[in-house]
């Protein structure tokens, strides 16, 4: 799709390694934030509900409870403000696009969690997206 | 005021409009426009920028107010194969020692060109002060259509007893329109083609240039398809 005059501009956006996750994991995301002059590392924790589109424009939501709200978060992958991802919690999920969690009330919000066998992660996993 | 006096009003205005647009031609190029995309800047700050590949265009004739009445330039952009051109184009291109273009568009000057026939012009002169442009193009075609796409009118609700009219323009009207009964009032809007006009984006914020592959990033929108022809201007009101 993209033209390869695009991926010209894009490339010196894009991260060297971009964290692997997938949906359904629970998640730290590490943000940078500046206040004034001071930088400080915040960490948005949360289950990643959707990941979307390709390249430089994709994203991923992270949705959480705060209080007893819900909040949604949606951040680009490729944001230098984005420093790191970590996986807290695997989630087994069967669908793309976690939004059913959003009606879910209690018990019933927590997905099954993700067990992998020891074989399976020997494999070294390779970043989602090529430079 | 006389129908006479309102002319003379309106030509004068179309005149002080005119000498606007006849502005010096600081920097302009004929590109095309290749795609939309983002760009990060300082502090993950992200920008919806369009990429269009500008020039380089060749100056294919220099026009003076001696020779022509007024001053203007005209540029050529992308090589046409020769055996499909006329020999009146491969001509006009000779004299500029080039051959001929698929693209030629004559920019008017205020005062006479300081480009030579033949000259190069690439993206390069936008580096320069720069920092606004206005991007004309032709949008994209959207056939015919109704009132709703075409202007924004609101249709009618969806229920309320409404049939088969949900996307109608409701009145055209009534019979004492403009006062003597005479019917729709001229200019009145309804459904018809809609795209495939030149359109300008004006003042767009010229992001970055990339001189080696010729390359204008521009923030915004542009008219048209990609792939569309575009011309690409320093911006009239905003420099």
Redesign the interface.
């Known amino acids: 799709m993209s033209s390869p005059i695009l991926k010209l501009v894009e490339e010196k956006f894009y991260k060297r390694t971009v964290p692997t996750f997938h949906v359904g994991d629970t998640v730290d995301v590490l943000t940078r934030i500046v206040e004034g002059e001071k930088e400080r590392t915040q960490i948005f924790n949360g289950v990643v509900i959707a990941r979307r589109s390709t390249g430089i424009n994709e994203s991923f939501v992270v949705r959480r409870l705060v209080g007893n709200e819900g909040v949604e978060r949606k951040f680009l992958i490729h944001s230098p403000n984005v420093i790191d991802v970590k996986i807290k919690r695997r989630g087994k999920v069967r669908r793309a696009k976690l939004y059913f969690l959003r009606h879910r009330i209690g018990k019933a919000r927590k997905l099954r969690e993700l067990r992998i066998s020891k074989s399976k992660t020997a494999k070294p996993e390779l970043a989602a997206a090529a430079v | 005021m006389s129908v006479i006096a309102r002319k003379g009003v309106v030509q004068s205005l179309r005149q002080s409009f005119r000498s606007e647009w006849v502005e010096y031609m600081k920097a302009a190029l004929i590109g095309t426009k290749?795609?939309m995309?983002?760009?990060?800047g300082e502090?993950?700050a992200?920008t919806t920028?369009t990429?269009i590949?500008a020039g380089p265009c060749v100056v294919t004739q220099v026009k003076s107010c001696d020779s022509d009445g007024y001053d203007a330039v005209q540029l050529g952009f992308e090589n046409a194969k020769p055996h499909r051109s006329t020999m009146a184009l491969i001509g006009h291109a000779a004299k500029a020692k080039t051959g001929p273009k698929r693209f030629s568009r004559e920019f008017r000057l205020q005062e006479p060109a300081d480009v030579n026939l033949g000259e190069v012009l690439t993206v390069s002169q936008f580096a320069e002060d720069v920092s606004f442009v206005d991007v004309v193009g032709t949008t994209k075609g959207k056939g015919f259509a109704g009132t709703m796409k075409r202007h924004g009118y609101g249709g009618l609700t969806a229920s309320h007893g409404v049939e088969r009219k949900h996307r109608s323009p409701g009145s055209i009207g009534g019979a004492s329109n403009l006062g003597t009964g005479r019917g729709v009032k001229k200019g009145k809007k309804m459904s018809g083609h809609m795209g495939c006009v030149r359109r300008t984006a004006e003042a767009l914020k010229l992001v970055?240039i990339?001189t080696t592959?010729d390359?204008l990033?521009v923030a915004g929108s542009v008219p048209g398809p990609?792939g569309g022809s575009v011309i690409i201007q320093q911006s009239k009101k905003r420099g």
């Open positions: 290749v795609g995309t983002r760009v990060i502090g993950g992200v920028v990429v590949k970055d990339d592959n390359l990033i990609n």
